[in-house]
């Protein structure tokens, strides 16, 4: 599956589990359901995806995580909050590059429509 394909359906994944649950709750509820809801979609999730981090050439910590990291591909990182601010889209790059992957989402549960709580998140970073 291209990573298109693939966003597409995260997005839709989230949009179930926000139409079933709703907005306000806990974000770890979300990302329980979410991993679920996407293993039921065929996808293979990892949640709390450890990253690890080095520091000129030498490792210095394991202990950050990806909120869920879908089919080895994407990166998504989720969020219970009143608004995101720029920092939640920086987090996300910042383990997008560390990952080495293209594209990441960050998703907002605590929003009346999920729709203004998607947002696709570029690595500027990103080797091939």
Avoid at 46 to 65: A, C, Q, T
Avoid at 75 to 94: C, M, W
Wanted: aromatic share 8%; charged share 25%; hydrophobic share 40%.
């Amino acid at each position: 599956m291209n990573i298109d394909n693939l966003t597409f359906d995260v997005i839709g994944a989230a949009m179930e589990v926000h139409s079933v649950l709703g907005p306000g709750l806990l974000e770890s509820l979300y990302q329980r359901a979410l991993a679920q809801e996407l293993k039921l979609r065929g996808h293979s999730v990892i949640l709390e995806r450890p990253i690890e981090v080095f520091y000129k050439g030498e490792k210095i910590s394991d202990n950050l995580k990806a909120d869920l990291f879908v089919d080895d591909e994407l990166v998504v990182e989720l969020k219970s909050v009143e608004s995101l601010n720029p920092i939640h889209f920086k987090q996300t790059t910042s383990y997008l590059h560390l990952l080495n992957k293209p594209i990441g989402l960050l998703i907002n549960f605590n929003v009346v429509s999920l729709r203004d709580g998607v947002s696709r998140v570029v690595n500027p970073y990103y080797r091939k």
